[in-house]
């Protein structure tokens, strides 16, 4: 005879029972918990609880089970903000930001068919818990195994039979699937990198490139051309570079993405850079200044005219400090113009420009447009060429203040780089205010004038005044 399998309501008298046991049943909420040691973790956690007296536990200090992860969708962790853990016996342990949500216990209970053992973690842990252990590698795995993969010799004979894998639902979704994490992981940039017996795909985050997925070298052509349609790219151009860009929606959010691409030793190299608008600015004081350089730094803003340069590695934060730079400047007496390569964020009361290389606008065409357009300050996204130096500098001269990145190791390089850019060594000391370099990881801050070589230590940023 077939065992009837539980019904909702079986699940739910389980539930109740295990919560009688629990102490949570008890409306009055006087009956405690001793303290108890967590599974996992190398320590007894300390009662802490709104409503319970159960245990807290710190989850940067647990081990979690990939298995009790995925009993429990992304979905409903999110939804009821819990994290499983690991397992003891017929219980599943499970950290809450609410171990009093009935809802909560009753309807996991009945999708793991397991017996919930709840404790208390703090919400913003359990979030960053769900963006670290829900990752798309899993689903990645799935979309790959429905693909017909075939001989590198059939996939190059002709274009029609990879239109048509192009085309299929699972390379979309991996595509998808790849920017969807990256999004979620804060990523900079998505490298994608054939190598002879795979395909790597890496994330830069935080300035450092990390694994993100490693795939069979067989699906390479199909989701590189998959991008390039996206991107409105000539797909059966594989050996020239090629430049592009789409926008692509991940839950509430809209990204932008530009695309490079260009022919490598095993195959064509791609990388995605991820453009999120929706990203709060940072406030100058959430930078990484010392309090002493964060003042000086203020009255280099509070000039009438001058040049400061921000300098530093890709995904170092050199936008982002210029970004929180103009946002902190007087939009309503101020005309501000910003000449961009792509526009990042929107700001209200801030003329913005985008570069636009077919129609002729560059950095240098586009900064002297600007002169004629009575600004007071402007920031060029990046000093890359020696007419856009020379027409930096000149702006500085005229009464304008300028902002500006521009590529280089530290803050003396700064200065050497200027000269590589044929500006004169009299215009560099006239006009530069002042200069602050980003510094990969093992970052310092350093205040001081320039002019005298006076270089103090300090934390994350080198900083010449």
């Known amino acids: 005879m077939a065992m009837e399998e539980p019904?909702?309501?079986s699940q739910k008298?389980?539930?109740?029972?295990?919560?009688?046991?629990?102490?949570?049943?008890?409306?009055?909420?006087?009956?405690?918990?001793?303290?108890?040691?967590?599974?996992?973790?190398?320590?007894?956690?300390?009662?802490k609880i709104r409503r319970f007296d159960l245990p807290f536990i710190d989850l940067g200090k647990v081990t979690t089970d990939p298995v009790a992860v995925e009993l429990v969708p992304?979905?409903?962790?999110?939804?009821?903000?819990?994290?499983?853990?690991?397992?003891?016996?017929?219980?599943?342990?499970?950290?809450?930001?609410?171990?009093?949500?009935?809802?909560a216990l009753?309807?996991?209970?009945?999708?793991?068919?397991?017996?919930?053992?709840?404790?208390?973690?703090?919400?913003?842990?359990?979030?960053?818990?769900?963006?670290?252990?829900?990752?798309?590698?899993?689903?990645?795995?799935?979309?790959?195994?429905?693909?017909?993969?075939?001989?590198?010799?059939?996939?190059?004979?002709?274009?029609?039979?990879?239109?048509?894998?192009?085309?299929?639902?699972?390379?979309?979704?991996?595509?998808?699937?790849?920017?969807?994490?990256?999004?979620?992981?804060?990523a900079s940039d998505i490298h994608i990198e054939p190598q002879e017996n795979g395909l790597d795909v890496r994330c830069r985050v935080d300035g450092l490139l990390q694994i993100a997925a490693s795939l069979p070298i067989s699906l390479h052509p199909a989701l590189v051309s998959r991008i390039k349609v996206l991107a409105g790219m000539n797909i059966a151009e594989r050996r020239r570079p090629q430049d592009g860009q789409f926008c692509s929606r991940v839950g509430s959010?809209?990204?932008?993405?530009?695309?490079?691409?260009?022919?490598?030793?095993?195959?064509?190299?791609?990388?995605?850079?991820?453009?999120?608008?929706?990203?709060?600015?940072?406030?100058?004081s959430e930078l990484g200044f010392m309090a002493g350089s964060l003042d000086k730094y203020k009255k280099l803003l509070a000039r009438k005219f001058g040049l400061i340069l921000v300098s530093g590695p890709t995904g170092s934060g050199k936008t982002t400090t210029l970004y929180a730079s103009i946002n902190t400047m007087d939009k309503k007496?101020?005309?501000?113009?910003?000449?961009?390569?792509?526009?990042?964020?929107?700001?209200?009361g801030?003329?913005?420009?985008?570069?636009?290389?077919?129609?002729?606008?560059?950095?240098?065409?586009?900064?002297?447009?600007?002169?004629?357009?009575?600004?007071?300050v402007i920031l060029v996204g990046e000093i890359r060429d020696p007419e856009t130096a020379k027409m930096a500098v000149q702006a500085a001269l005229t009464g304008h203040l300028v902002l500006s990145t521009i590529h280089a190791n530290d803050t003396a390089a700064v200065l050497l780089r200027l000269l590589d850019l044929e500006?004169?060594?009299?215009?560099?000391?006239?006009?530069?205010?002042?200069?602050?370099?980003?510094?990969?990881?093992?970052?310092?801050?350093?205040?001081?004038?320039?002019?005298?070589?006076?270089?103090?230590?300090?934390?994350?940023?080198?900083?010449?005044w």
């Open 7 to 9: 019904t909702v309501t």
């Open 13 to 47: 008298k389980v539930v109740n029972e295990l919560l009688k046991e629990m102490g949570l049943a008890d409306t009055s909420g006087e009956k405690t918990l001793a303290k108890e040691h967590v599974p996992g973790s190398s320590f007894v956690a300390e009662p």
């Open 74 to 103: 992304e979905a409903m962790a999110r939804k009821y903000l819990v994290i499983p853990l690991t397992f003891e016996g017929d219980y599943l342990i499970l950290a809450m930001a609410d171990p009093g949500d009935m809802d």
């Open 106 to 186: 009753e309807t996991i209970a009945v999708q793991t068919g397991k017996k919930i053992r709840p404790v208390q973690g703090e919400p913003e842990d359990i979030k960053r818990a769900i963006n670290l252990y829900y990752r798309a590698g899993v689903e990645i795995e799935k979309q790959v195994a429905k693909l017909p993969f075939e001989s590198k010799e059939q996939q190059n004979d002709g274009d029609g039979r990879l239109a048509t894998i192009i085309a299929q639902t699972p390379v979309a979704r991996i595509v998808d699937l790849l920017i969807e994490q990256a999004v979620k992981d804060r």
């Open 253 to 284: 959010k809209d990204i932008d993405i530009r695309v490079a691409t260009s022919e490598s030793f095993c195959g064509e190299m791609m990388v995605l850079r991820i453009l999120d608008k929706s990203v709060a600015l940072f406030d100058l």
């Open 333 to 348: 007496h101020q005309n501000i113009i910003t000449l961009e390569d792509p526009i990042e964020y929107r700001f209200h």
């Open 350 to 376: 801030i003329n913005q420009m985008q570069v636009n290389n077919k129609a002729g606008l560059t950095f240098a065409t586009g900064l002297r447009a600007i002169m004629r357009l009575d600004p007071n």
């Open 423 to 464: 500006v004169e060594p009299f215009l560099i000391w006239s006009a530069v205010a002042g200069v602050v370099a980003y510094l990969r990881r093992t970052a310092s801050l350093r205040a001081g004038n320039w002019r005298n070589r006076a270089i103090h230590p300090g934390r994350r940023l080198q900083f010449l």
